[in-house]
């Protein structure tokens, strides 16, 4: 059982920057991609980002291109959300995931193990 701890949330105001970590715990598999998601309150939870085992691609979706860079650290079993030019619409809990693979998903349904989440808040 891999288990994710994600950290550095807080509250910003728009415009400010924050960069989340997610620290794995080492699994039985040999290749994990991993990604990043939100749920705001009252909303259905949704893909923000994410990579391939070791990094070689990323995706995101399209309200975060440009603004949020995910990248991860195999050495440190850790990977990161780097989130510039932060929006009151980016409020959320972000959580990280981790699904069994050499490809990557934009769909919850692909991911195996989640963290308990991190909150984001940002004021106007």
């Known amino acids: 059982q891999v288990q994710l701890v994600e950290s550095g949330g807080g509250s910003v105001q728009t415009g400010d920057s924050l960069r989340l970590s997610c620290a794995a715990s080492?699994?039985?598999?040999?290749?994990?991609?991993m990604g990043w998601f939100r749920q705001a309150p009252g909303k259905a939870r949704k893909f923000v980002a994410a990579?391939?085992?070791?990094?070689?691609?990323?995706i995101y979706e399209d309200s975060v291109m440009g603004r949020f860079t995910m990248t991860r650290d195999n050495a440190l079993n850790t990977v990161y959300l780097h989130m510039d030019s932060l929006r009151p619409e980016d409020t959320a809990v972000y959580y990280c995931?981790?699904?069994?693979?050499?490809?990557?998903?934009?769909?919850?349904?692909?991911?195996?193990?989640w963290g308990r989440g991190t909150q984001v808040t940002v004021s106007s």
């Open positions: 995931a981790a699904g069994v693979g050499l490809g990557m998903s934009r769909s919850s349904n692909g991911y195996a193990h």
């Open positions: 990579t391939t085992w070791n990094g070689d691609r990323t």
């Open positions: 080492k699994g039985p598999e040999s290749a994990y991609f």
